[in-house]
C-alpha cells in the first residue's frame, strides 16, 4: 500500500499483520480520490476505524489541513503513528485510541470535518450506529460529506430518515464507497 499522489506521492505505508483489517486497494483509494481532490485543499478530515491510516493520509498529503484517525486496536493506531512520521505528515494529523462512538462524542463541539470516512467491519452495522450519531450532531460541516466504504450487500435504505441523502454510490467487485450529504445540501462531489 502506498501513497498515491500529493506531497507523500509514492511512499509505501505500513499495514497490519492478519485478518483484523482490509486496507483499501491502491486502485480504489486512486479512484476514491480522483472524486475527491478538487475538494480536498484545506478541508479537515475524520478517518473513522482508520486500520493503518491510508485514507486519512492520502487525504493529508492532497493537501487536507488536517486528519482525525480513529481505531480502537492499539496496534492499528501504532501503525498510523509510524505512517504519518515516514510521510511527515505528523504535525497535521491527530490519532484516537478508542471506539469510534466515545471518538465521535469526544469530538463534539471541538471540530467539525468537510469529509467524514469511514471503513467499518463488514456486516456488523456499525455504519449505521455512526450515520444515527452523525445525524444529530454537528461534527459534518455545512456542505460535508461521510463516505462509507461498504460491502455490495450493505443497503441504506434508512438513509433519508436520519435527514440525509445518498449523492452518488461507486460499485467495485466487492464492495462499494457511498456518498452521503445532510439533505437539502449543495452536492459537492
Known sequence: MRVIAGSAK??????LDGLETRPTTDR?????????????YDCMFLDLFAGSGGIG?????RGGMESVFVDNNPDAVACIRE??????LERK??????????????????KQFDFIFMDPPYHQNFERRVLE?????????????????????????????????????KEYKTNKHVFIETAGKKEIC
Open 10 to 15: 509514492r511512499l509505501q505505508l505500513k499495514t
Open 28 to 40: 480504489i483509494k486512486e479512484t476514491l480520490f480522483n472524486m475527491l481532490t478538487p475538494y480536498l
Open 57 to 61: 493520509i492520502e487525504a493529508l498529503s
Open 83 to 88: 505512517n504519518l512520521k515516514h510521510t511527515k
Open 93 to 110: 494529523a491527530m490519532t484516537l485510541s478508542m471506539d469510534v462512538m466515545t471518538a465521535l462524542y469526544k469530538l463534539e463541539g471541538e
Open 133 to 169: 450519531y452523525l445525524s444529530g450532531s454537528n461534527l459534518l460541516a455545512d456542505n460535508g460529506v461521510i463516505i462509507v466504504e461498504a460491502s455490495r450487500e450493505t443497503v441504506f435504505d434508512y438513509i433519508n430518515d436520519l435527514g440525509f441523502t445518498i449523492l452518488r454510490t
